[in-house]
């Protein structure tokens, strides 16, 4: 065993001390920082009376940004927040495009122009009993 | 007279060759000129701005349209929050060009640099505080970056804007960010900075027995070219907060919608370009942290200049950080006029 003097054996438990209290510290505030105050976002959006969306028609909703499509097969919508880094799309001709960095989707939410790597989120659609339509983010 | 810490940065004389303007570019100086404008501009936007999601742009608003002098005050802490970007680029190329890094200036290099960041981020978090339409998609696809960030990204973007929605919820931690949280950080490691210039030994010059010049600049002299400076860029700013208004658009209510700004604010068009390649992760955050860790390491591991050749312009001892840095700067102004293609 080797001797430890008194005075590094001090000097041993001060930096000891004061690199541990710092790490607690350290870790105190980031989870301090790291708490979310706010609510979730909303995931649930009740759009109205299913009247209002036709047998055939297409429409573009602003809040939540998505497609709402009623076929002969029911409601179907498609998210329009680009999955590249979420900017909200805009219609074209033949499909969507991101105007923050030039994604493009077509009508299907597949990708035909990068950087966008991934396909655009199918929203899930439920008629309420009172004939709403209700879209779901997640 | 007791020596202040303004004797500490004035001595009675300087090496004269190294104190002309075509040596500095004055651009130090005109940093601290800045952030001094900034620091007092922003507290008086302080009096009147009100971070809270629903109000933020219509405080922004009063004091633009209302306060008297209200929008003169806005326009010079935003034209001085440009010019300082601009200013303190043109100090980091002035200390790559004229070798000025070299030991015994390498850490004061670093703390320079980590000022560069630091006014960075306070200029994009106080474009954010406008609150207006124009911020939001910037704001998203920023703070959507910081998710792309393995393992840890979630984390940081939390810690940056308290998570949910960006332009929902960012303001009060941004603010925070930019008064307290970017400020406070600023001014001590500029004080530092400055400190650490004169320890090192003043600006950069070849030691004594290999100077050319053996001029010496009194001090009243510095500090009589130092107010002249200050008045010209002080002429500037009047002109430009005169003339040419801060931008500001219609309050943000709700999601902004598609037609809003989706341009990146200046200084970040090159990584909005680059975003547009490919991998979110690889363009817009490990390309320019790469650069960024290039730039730190070339006092480190970049050919050590010669002695005779510090502080002398484009010398050949340290041309490969000539090149390299030339070469970056290059790339991020030819991305940026990218954006400017349709």
């Given at each position: 065993?080797?001797?430890?003097?008194r005075?590094d054996?001090l000097?041993l438990?001060?930096?000891?001390?004061?690199?541990?209290s710092?790490?607690?510290?350290?870790?105190g505030l980031?989870?301090?920082?790291d708490?979310?105050?706010?609510p979730?976002?909303?995931?649930e959006?009740?759009?109205?009376?299913?009247?209002?969306?036709p047998?055939?028609?297409?429409t573009?909703?602003?809040?939540p940004?998505?497609i709402?499509?009623?076929?002969?097969?029911?409601?179907?919508?498609?998210s329009?927040?680009c999955t590249h880094l979420g900017c909200?799309?805009?219609?074209?001709?033949?499909g969507?495009?991101?105007?923050?960095h030039?994604?493009h989707?077509d009508?299907d939410g597949?990708?035909?122009?990068?950087?966008?790597?991934?396909?655009?989120?199918?929203?899930q659609?439920?008629i309420?009993?009172?004939?709403?339509?209700i879209?779901?983010?997640? | 007279m007791r020596?202040?810490f303004?004797?500490?940065?004035?001595?009675?004389?300087?090496?004269?060759a190294?104190?002309r303007w075509?040596?500095?570019?004055?651009?130090g100086g005109?940093?601290?000129f800045l952030m001094?404008?900034?620091?007092?501009?922003g507290?008086?936007?302080?009096?009147?701005?009100?971070?809270?999601p629903?109000?933020?742009?219509?405080s922004?608003?009063t004091?633009t349209?209302?306060?008297?002098f209200g929008?003169?005050i806005?326009?010079l802490?935003?034209?001085?929050?440009?010019?300082?970007l601009i200013?303190?680029?043109?100090?980091?190329?002035?200390?790559?060009?004229?070798?000025?890094y070299?030991s015994p200036?390498?850490f004061?290099?670093l703390l320079?640099?980590?000022l560069?960041i630091?006014a960075i981020?306070?200029?994009f978090?106080?474009?954010?505080l406008?609150?207006?339409?124009?911020i939001?998609w910037?704001?998203?696809?920023?703070?959507?970056?910081?998710k792309?960030i393995?393992f840890?990204g979630?984390f940081?973007?939390?810690?940056?804007?308290?998570g949910?929605?960006?332009?929902?919820?960012?303001?009060?931690?941004?603010?925070?960010?930019?008064?307290?949280?970017?400020t406070?950080?600023?001014?001590?490691?500029g004080?530092w900075?400055?400190?650490?210039?004169r320890?090192?030994?003043?600006?950069a010059v070849?030691?004594?027995?290999?100077?050319s010049?053996?001029?010496?600049?009194?001090?009243n002299?510095?500090?009589?070219r130092e107010?002249?400076?200050?008045?010209?860029v002080?002429?500037?700013?009047?002109?430009?907060?005169?003339f040419?208004?801060?931008?500001?658009a219609p309050?943000?209510?709700?999601?902004?919608?598609?037609?809003a700004?989706?341009?990146?604010?200046?200084f970040?068009?090159w990584v909005?370009?680059m975003?547009?390649?490919?991998?979110?992760?690889?363009?817009g955050?490990?390309i320019?942290f790469g650069?960024?860790?290039?730039?730190a390491l070339i006092?480190?591991?970049?050919?050590?200049?010669?002695?005779?050749?510090?502080g002398?312009?484009f010398?050949?001892?340290?041309?490969l950080a000539q090149?390299v840095?030339s070469?970056?700067?290059?790339i991020?102004?030819m991305?940026?006029?990218?954006?400017f293609?349709?």
């Amino acid at each position: 065993m080797t001797d430890l003097s008194r005075r590094d054996f001090l000097k041993l438990a001060r930096a000891g001390f004061l690199w541990i209290s710092s790490g607690l510290a350290l870790g105190g505030l980031f989870r301090f920082l790291d708490y979310e105050p706010n609510p979730a976002p909303k995931t649930e959006f009740d759009l109205g009376p299913t009247g209002q969306f036709p047998l055939g028609s297409h429409t573009v909703l602003f809040d939540p940004p998505a497609i709402l499509f009623h076929t002969k097969s029911g409601f179907s919508a498609l998210s329009l927040t680009c999955t590249h880094l979420g900017c909200t799309l805009e219609q074209t001709a033949d499909g969507f495009t991101c105007p923050c960095h030039a994604s493009h989707f077509d009508a299907d939410g597949n990708v035909t122009h990068g950087p966008a790597s991934q396909s655009l989120r199918k929203l899930q659609v439920q008629i309420t009993a009172e004939n709403h339509v209700i879209v779901y983010l997640d | 007279m007791r020596p202040s810490f303004f004797h500490h940065l004035h001595p009675p004389t300087i090496p004269a060759a190294q104190a002309r303007w075509r040596h500095t570019l004055s651009a130090g100086g005109t940093a601290v000129f800045l952030m001094l404008i900034l620091g007092v501009t922003g507290v008086l936007e302080m009096f009147y701005y009100i971070p809270n999601p629903e109000e933020a742009a219509l405080s922004v608003q009063t004091i633009t349209y209302h306060v008297p002098f209200g929008g003169f005050i806005r326009n010079l802490h935003y034209w001085s929050a440009q010019l300082l970007l601009i200013v303190s680029a043109i100090h980091l190329l002035r200390v790559v060009f004229t070798a000025a890094y070299a030991s015994p200036r390498r850490f004061n290099y670093l703390l320079g640099l980590g000022l560069f960041i630091l006014a960075i981020m306070l200029d994009f978090t106080g474009y954010i505080l406008r609150w207006d339409v124009d911020i939001c998609w910037p704001l998203t696809t920023g703070t959507n970056l910081l998710k792309t960030i393995p393992f840890i990204g979630n984390f940081f973007f939390r810690i940056a804007v308290g998570g949910g929605e960006a332009c929902e919820t960012a303001l009060l931690r941004l603010y925070t960010w930019h008064i307290f949280g970017l400020t406070i950080p600023l001014v001590i490691i500029g004080i530092w900075h400055a400190f650490r210039v004169r320890r090192d030994g003043g600006i950069a010059v070849p030691p004594p027995a290999l100077r050319s010049d053996k001029a010496r600049l009194p001090r009243n002299e510095l500090v009589r070219r130092e107010v002249l400076m200050l008045f010209i860029v002080g002429i500037l700013l009047i002109l430009l907060s005169t003339f040419v208004p801060a931008p500001i658009a219609p309050a943000m209510i709700g999601k902004p919608s598609p037609d809003a700004e989706t341009r990146a604010p200046w200084f970040f068009l090159w990584v909005q370009q680059m975003l547009k390649w490919g991998d979110p992760f690889i363009f817009g955050v490990l390309i320019p942290f790469g650069i960024l860790v290039i730039l730190a390491l070339i006092p480190y591991i970049f050919p050590k200049p010669a002695d005779s050749d510090i502080g002398t312009w484009f010398p050949k001892s340290n041309r490969l950080a000539q090149i390299v840095v030339s070469i970056i700067a290059l790339i991020v102004i030819m991305l940026t006029l990218m954006t400017f293609i349709p």
